[in-house]
């Protein structure tokens, strides 16, 4: 049943059926200057050439800007406060425990490729970390060699049954990769180039790691050969024949004080201190079970306050710190962020560029940091690129163009 004529509806938006073989890729950590500084260079030749004929403009991710957020907004085409998933991480109240936001069952809504599958397209997943996997596959029936769900970090086990495609390795002619290491987003594009050519799914999603992000600048020696490995890749993608769309989870910064140290803001320490322990809680929604590259350190953080009496004065003293660019109580910053309000906190913090937000020292091991702290998490870090290989007219202006348009554009708006 290719229904390959009519409109799909998801999530209230409506996608035209590809006209040619997409491939939306998903760069995470990816700010905008790590490719504009590349092409500078000229480690970019294929983007460089193609851009002035395709399209490239600025949009904003949603916050907090982590990795399952903005991927989950991304294929659903809308804001948290309609999927759900408003962290890496979140505090289950009503059972009273701290969770991994990894499950299917915290998904509110469809994605595009569940509600294209249906219709009969071909698609496939290729995402970097295991954890994104079945979030991102939430109501596909895998089928082999016609839905494919993947992770580059477990491509050793990826079956028919399980995953659509098996032997992955001696396909993608790669040994598996580390998890924490650029060569883990390389495999997500050689697999991806591998199944387009084989497989020529109608629509392609892959989703890298920000491992090189999290340790070096734009411009920097490392940072540019990662982005010259994408630009082959991406010039091999075009050679197939298919439309490019990409954008990225959210962008990165330097969390660092005038001396290179981790500019941290202990916030569960200083509300012990002022309130005392066990009235406030707070949640890092960056945590995830990779914490080596940022120690679970970002600039967006949630509490819980136990004791209604004291909210305003926790309010008032949190937006006071130096440091603290946005504090909002729940009902305001869920509206400002587009955020789901049952699986936010009392109280939501954005901190400025430089810094991020933390419970109590105890609570973060940056033994393993070597590198000093880049992170993301806040409005700081919201600006991300929005590239494609085609040209596009009507397009939404920048500041209004969010990078869960990105499939709206690719689909509706390619001229
Ligand atoms: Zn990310």
Redesign the pocket.
């Given at each position: 049943m290719v229904n390959s004529h009519s409109e799909i509806v998801v999530n209230n938006r409506s996608y035209k059926w590809p006209d040619r073989p997409l491939v939306v890729i998903c760069l995470?950590?990816s700010e905008p200057d790590y490719m504009a500084l590349a092409m500078e260079q000229g480690f970019m030749p294929y983007l460089k050439k193609t851009l002035p004929q395709g399209t490239s403009t600025i949009a904003n991710c949603v916050i907090p800007?982590?990795?399952n957020p903005?991927?989950m907004s991304i294929v659903t085409g809308t804001p948290p406060k309609v999927h759900g998933i408003c962290g890496n991480y979140f505090y289950d109240k009503e059972n009273d425990a701290e969770v991994m936001m990894n499950d299917p069952k915290f998904l509110c809504a469809d994605t595009i490729f569940a509600e294209f599958a249906k219709a009969g397209a071909k698609i496939a997943v290729v995402t970097a970390k295991d954890k994104l996997r079945l979030m991102l596959g939430s109501g596909l029936q895998v089928e082999a060699g016609k839905i494919i769900c993947i992770s580059a970090e477990k491509a050793d086990l990826a079956t028919q049954q399980d995953n659509g495609i098996d032997r992955l390795l001696d396909f993608v002619g790669s040994p598996l990769p580390d998890v924490y290491s650029g060569e883990l987003s390389e495999f997500v594009f050689a697999a991806g180039i591998k199944i387009v050519d084989k497989y020529r799914p109608d629509l392609t999603y892959l989703s890298t790691?920000?491992y090189v992000q999290h340790k070096f600048a734009p411009g920097t020696p490392a940072a540019n050969q990662f982005y010259a490995m994408i630009d082959r890749y991406l010039a091999q993608l075009d050679a197939a024949g298919v439309t490019i769309a990409l954008t990225?989870?959210?962008g990165m910064n330097a969390k660092t004080d005038a001396q290179g140290n981790p500019d941290i803001i202990f916030l569960q320490t200083l509300l012990d201190n002022w309130f005392g322990e066990n009235k406030t809680r707070v949640i890092l929604p960056i945590t995830d079970p990779y914490v080596v590259h940022h120690g679970a350190l970002g600039s967006f953080a949630t509490i819980y306050v136990e004791d209604a009496a004291i909210l305003d004065d926790v309010l008032s003293r949190i937006s006071t710190l130096e440091g603290v660019m946005v504090t909002l109580p729940r009902e305001q910053g869920c509206q400002r962020f587009g955020l789901m309000e049952s699986r936010m906190g009392d109280i939501l913090v954005v901190s400025t560029k430089h810094k991020v937000l933390g419970t109590s020292p105890d609570r973060h091991n940056l033994s393993a940091l070597k590198e000093p702290l880049r992170s993301?998490g806040g409005i700081s870090e919201q600006r991300v690129p929005f590239m494609l290989n085609r040209s596009t007219t009507g397009l939404k202006e920048e500041g209004q163009l969010r990078n869960f348009d990105i499939f709206d554009a690719a689909l509706n708006h390619v001229s």
């Open positions: 995470d950590g800007g982590f990795t903005n991927n790691s920000d990225a989870d959210h993301h």
